[in-house]
């Protein structure tokens, strides 16, 4: 005996859901205009479907599943050049965005991405066993890291985030490591785009972009530095 589950999305209207999708390499499995917009997308072993509702606001959706995957990162990259063909550039604020790739302290790789039915669909691949939140960093910077990544993506905090990593950023207190501030400055110019600042956010990824780093610590903090050239990206005109 085996069991599939298969996620029932919401979105307004069917046809912007299924152009993102097709844009991210999915397969359009069926469609059905009447009497209810309905429709399946599949790509490999990933089945999601959606159903449209007239007055559904995607701004206000709580609407999110997980998908497992043993392949995280070539499936990120494939996403990331779908929408990059499709769009003319990655989408990282507003609705739709692709989110992030990175290491969680519950053991999983993952990325989260909005579609433009505001459903929220995580994306990720198990590092390790325990799948419980491991402890808070007590070290400052990685404290204030920790924190500002949960408030700004599983929380959909960006404000609070935003005093988190500013905090950090102007005290004199604790130095960052070059890559810990790669992170807090790319992080924060993420957050600025949310935040509508868009002057912030290009004069945090000058400094991003001007941080001293070593060979190893590019090679550790590749995640960091491969969001920071999507975040340029849109920073373009």
């Known amino acids: 005996m085996s069991e599939t589950c298969v996620p029932i999305l919401p979105c307004r209207t069917i ?4 152009d993102f999708y097709t844009a991210l390499g999915f397969e359009i ?8 917009p309905y429709a399946v997308v599949e790509r490999g072993g990933i089945q999601l479907q959606f159903f449209g509702m007239k007055r559904f606001d995607p701004t206000g959706s709580f609407s999110t599943c997980y998908v497992l995957t ?9 996403f990331r050049a779908g929408l990059k063909a499709a769009y003319g550039r990655v989408p990282v604020i ?13 053991g999983m790789r993952q990325f989260l991405m909005t579609d433009p039915g505001g459903n929220c669909v995580r994306v990720g691949q198990r590092t390790g066993e325990d799948l419980h939140h491991s402890p808070a960093p007590r070290e400052a910077v990685a404290r204030a890291l920790h924190h500002a990544s949960l408030m700004a993506e599983s929380k959909d905090d960006p404000a609070t985030a935003a005093k988190i990593l500013d905090r950090v950023l102007e005290s004199a207190e604790e130095t960052p490591t070059p890559a810990q501030m790669l992170e807090l400055l790319t992080l924060r110019a993420e957050i ?12 945090l990824l000058e400094r991003a972009g001007s941080v001293p780093l070593t060979a190893g610590e590019r090679a550790a ?12 990206t849109n920073a373009s005109p």
């Open 221 to 232: 903090a590749r995640d960091a530095l491969a969001r920071l050239e999507t975040l340029r």
């Open 192 to 203: 600025a785009f949310r935040l509508g600042d868009e002057r912030a956010a290009a004069s």
């Open 29 to 36: 499995t069926f469609q059905q205009r009447s009497p209810n």
């Open 15 to 18: 046809p912007p859901v299924l």
């Open 94 to 106: 507003g609705i739709p965005r692709l989110g992030a790739l990175k290491d969680t302290t519950y």
């Open 70 to 78: 043993d392949g995280v990162d070539a499936l990120y990259e494939s």
